[in-house]
């Protein structure tokens, strides 16, 4: 009988999956468990699901997918047989006709053990209930004489499963997660696993999914957290990597006393961080060659312009000026200094021909009519369409480049620049759009490919934001200062705040609901608009889902407030769809 270990070298795989490429999956598993045997793993430890990617969603009710990860993790387990690291990995689970998120250990060329994940988040971005069964309580695994806990990402949110380890034995819990990036999350995770921490006197591997998918970025950022509450080790964020930890044995049970310590980003460095990531992922996943985007001169077209040279690098990144009557020679210098400044490739295509095209074939339809916001939008919808056929004539994907305050608002066009497959800068209000530009110049993540120093000229970053719709237009002359509007619109859309908790922050009461109202009527157009990297707490898309036809509006500071409820009807009135 093998004596029980004394000191347990583990690797933790920080590794990008993709759903629903289980054979690539494997492969990548397999890549990192050999960097694991270099490293002197006794063991390799895998994400969430990392065999099917996450989050899977009613991919993962095909029987022909679960059949599909089911064999993978044969393949995997048959591997061990070598006498190399063990395994712990994520995948569905199929028991007594039921689905379950499960994580496996693979040792001796079998599938030694499995545990199915008990708290099955249904909130936010996570409909888990949806698609997956819950599993028992769980026990340790033994894994050469040391008793894992495995408590899959919801599992240690709660008290319950962790408490139901430490009271059935277990030495050490390494914790597989799928937990996307927000603004702050990192901080929650600490809090958490040290409660868990505390709550059990036992150590905590927190593994992170690395990638993004779909809206979501998972930003890694693994870390280890001792039986004293000492962060022991850190895992980078946004890089992938497999990292060696040390366990060892004494009189007081075990700890980490080997680990990688990798420096924290601020908040601002991984909202940028994150959205090259999503863009990156998005692109590359889906395979297309490349993107392009409307270069306008303006701040929102510079920064995504920045994010996909960072994420592609610039051979990738095709951006095109369309210029009109209205576009200043000031914008069509911003442009071309912002393209040189990447390197990417710039083109000026005029949009006189479309856009006086299609006035005259509605001339007839439009006669005894005033000029206004439907000519405008021609505009609008000419860029878009020339965007998507270059697109659909070369194959890069159209990055579109509205911002959170404007997709708050409305104050975007259908079918024109809302046009594109992806908006990397979809969850970040305006401000922090301009808070981002400033830092681009100044630093660049890790593994960006785009060059070194400034790269958004400074007269784009001060410049008044326009439109360019109609002469001497400004954004101001329609919506509030932009820093007074994305605090209305963070008060609404993040917090639900009541109208008169928001008037009582310094803003006027017919202003904020001018706003709400402009927020719900734009929900139509949300619902029709390219998905976008959510760096925030709230995004427009999984978390925020609210009904097009709502005619409820907050009442204000007219309305009684009762003790027992929140409650308001609507005023009476029609509500139309605007521009």
Excluded at 454 to 478: C, F, G, H, M, Y
């Amino acid at each position: 009988m093998t004596a029980p270990l004394d000191r347990l070298v583990l690797a933790l795989a920080q590794v990008n999956s993709t759903v629903g490429a289980v054979e690539d999956n494997l492969s990548r598993a397999r890549t990192a468990r050999k960097r694991a045997a270099e490293l002197g793993a006794d063991l390799v430890m895998f994400s969430e699901l990392f065999l099917a990617g996450y989050p899977p969603e009613d991919l993962v009710l095909k029987p022909a997918f679960q059949d599909a990860c089911g064999g993978a993790l044969e393949d995997l387990a048959r591997d061990t047989a070598d006498g190399g690291p063990a395994v712990l990995i994520g995948l569905p689970w199929m028991q007594d006709g039921f689905c379950h998120n499960a994580y496996a250990l693979l040792e001796g060329g079998r599938i030694a053990a499995v545990r199915r994940k008990v708290d099955l988040p249904n909130y936010g971005v996570f409909d888990e209930k949806r698609v997956f069964h819950p599993g028992p309580m769980p026990g340790p695994v033994d894994f050469r004489g040391v008793r894992l806990g495995l408590p899959i990402c919801e599992d240690i949110w709660q008290a319950d499963v962790v408490e139901t380890l430490a009271e059935t034995g277990a030495d050490i819990l390494l914790s597989p997660n799928g937990s996307p990036y927000w603004r702050g999350k990192d901080d929650e995770r600490l809090a958490v696993a040290t409660a868990r921490v505390v709550e059990s006197g036992l150590p905590l591997v927190y593994l992170n999914q690395i990638g993004g998918q779909d809206e979501l970025a998972f930003d890694g950022a693994s870390f280890i957290v001792n039986p004293d509450c000492a962060v022991a080790g850190r895992l980078p964020a946004f890089e992938e990597c497999v990292a060696r930890a040390v366990f060892e044995r004494g009189d007081s049970g075990w700890r980490c006393v080997e680990a990688p310590d990798a420096a924290q980003l601020g908040d601002d460095e991984a909202d940028y961080a994150a959205c090259v990531l999503g863009l990156r992922d998005y692109v590359r996943k889906n395979g297309f060659p490349g993107v392009a985007l409307g270069m306008s001169g303006g701040v929102d077209s510079a920064l995504c312009a920045a994010l996909a040279v960072d994420a592609l690098g610039a051979d990738k990144v095709h951006a095109i000026m369309l210029p009109y009557r209205f576009t200043s020679g000031e914008s069509l210098r911003d442009a071309e200094d912002c393209a040189r400044a990447l390197g990417l490739r710039y083109d000026v295509t005029p949009i006189a021909a479309a856009v006086e095209g299609v006035e005259q074939a509605l001339s007839g339809l439009f006669a005894g009519t005033q000029r206004g916001v439907t000519e405008e939008n021609i505009q609008a919808r000419a860029r878009g369409l020339i965007l998507m056929s270059v697109s659909n004539k070369f194959g890069p994907m159209l990055v579109t480049t509205g911002n959170k305050s404007e997709m708050s608002v409305g104050y975007a066009t259908l079918y024109g620049d809302m046009n594109g497959g992806f908006n990397p800068i979809k969850d970040l209000y305006k401000t922090e759009v301009f808070r981002l530009c400033r830092l681009r110049n100044r630093w660049k993540p890790f593994g960006a490919r785009g060059p070194d120093g400034v790269v958004i000229p400074e007269n784009i970053i001060t410049k008044p934001p326009t439109a360019e719709l109609r002469e001497n237009q400004k954004d101001q002359d329609s919506l509030p200062p932009y820093d007074a509007l994305d605090d209305m619109l963070e008060c609404l859309v993040e917090k639900d705040m009541r109208v008169a908790e928001i008037v009582a922050r310094g803003h006027d009461v017919e202003t904020v609901k001018k706003i709400e109202r402009l927020l719900y009527l734009a929900e139509y157009k949300r619902r029709q608009s390219a998905p976008g990297v959510k760096v925030t707490k709230k995004n427009f898309g999984r978390d925020r889902r609210y009904p097009i036809v709502n005619r409820f509006r907050d009442p204000g500071l007219s309305a009684r407030q009762p003790d027992f409820a929140v409650a308001a009807e609507s005023p009476a009135g029609s509500a139309r769809f605007e521009e």
